[in-house]
């Protein structure tokens, strides 16, 4: 399943956050890329300790923490810090399967990379470039999306990043350990929550949406890791 979630942040939240990320020290995105990585892995990271970093991770942490459609999304356990890349000159990042696990930052614990998304600090008339490929069943996406959206789709999807040939592209990624493991499972509970919201706008009976909400809820239970 592949969603796109608009305005997650409001125009003043991005101000914020991209004259934070503007300003702050990048170094070379091969510091975190693994062997086979480093070959087809062209762009800028944020440092993962970077005071930038925090911070604005911080705030995305607690803004998606209230965004319901990325809970509906993602049914989050546990989300990964997200991480921020710059593009520009050529930059590109070539076909890749993002890493399986990931260790929490200051402990032990393990997350599993159920989802990933990419939420977007530039607009597309910013750049040349910069499209975000996304294989997988539900074929090929092309995903170029204005400042303050974000692009959620299963962690197993192969995907890319094509060059930059013009401008910068800021953007911010990470990973979530969803309670639901299986994408298809997923996507039957985002499918089932969206037309449960369809039908109170509609004005359904209470009845019907007690009757439906209740599946929801039963499916949740039967599949949810906690």
Same mark, same amino acid.
Not at 21 to 27: I, K, M, Y
Not at 164 to 175: E, I, K, L, N, Y
Not at 196 to 203: E, F, N, S, V
């Given at each position: 399943?592949?969603?796109t979630?608009?305005d997650?942040? @409001?125009? !003043?939240q991005?101000? @914020?956050?991209?004259?934070a ?7 070379d995105g %091969?510091? &975190?890329a693994?062997y086979?990585?480093?070959?087809? %892995?062209?762009n800028?990271?944020?440092?993962? +300790?970077?005071? /930038?970093? %925090? ?14 459609q ?7 356990q546990? *989300? ?8 520009? $000159?050529?930059g590109? =990042? ?6 399986a696990?990931? &260790?929490?930052?200051?402990?032990? #614990?393990?997350?599993?990379? @159920?989802v990933?998304?990419?939420?977007f600090?530039?607009d597309? +008339?910013?750049y ?15 995903? %170029?999306?204005?400042? $303050?959206?974000? /692009?959620v789709?299963?962690? &197993?999807?192969?995907?890319r990043v094509t060059p /930059? ?11 979530t !350990? ?6 298809? !499972?997923?996507k039957l509970?985002?499918?089932? +929550?969206q037309s449960?919201? +369809? ?5 359904a009976?209470?009845? #019907?949406?007690?009757?439906?909400t209740? *599946? =929801?809820?039963?499916?949740l ?6």
């Open positions: 399943m592949l969603i979630i608009p997650v942040l @409001d125009a !003043q991005l101000g @914020d956050c991209r004259r990320l503007e300003q702050a020290q990048w170094e %091969k510091t &975190t693994g086979l990585a480093q070959h087809s %892995k062209s800028l990271q944020l440092p993962l +300790d970077h005071p /930038v970093a %925090k911070q604005v991770g911080e705030f995305l942490m607690h803004v998606l923490g209230q965004n319901s990325f809970i509906a999304a993602a049914l989050p546990r *989300v990964l810090p997200p991480r921020f890349n710059r593009y520009e $000159g050529g590109q =990042y070539g076909n890749h399967i993002d890493n696990i990931f &260790t929490l930052p200051g402990s032990n #614990q393990r997350l599993r990379t @159920d990933s998304s990419t939420l600090f530039s597309p +008339d910013e040349e470039g910069g499209e975000l490929i996304i294989e997988d069943v539900y074929g090929t996406q092309t995903i %170029k999306l204005p400042a $303050g959206h974000m /692009v789709y299963p962690g &197993t999807s192969l995907h /930059v040939t013009a401008g910068t592209r800021f953007a911010s990624f990470f990973w !350990q969803s309670m639901i493991r299986h994408a298809h !499972q997923r509970l985002w499918e089932l +929550d449960i919201q +369809d039908l109170a706008r509609a004005g009976s209470t009845e #019907q949406l007690s009757r439906l209740g *599946v =929801y809820h039963n499916l239970r039967e599949w949810a890791e906690a």
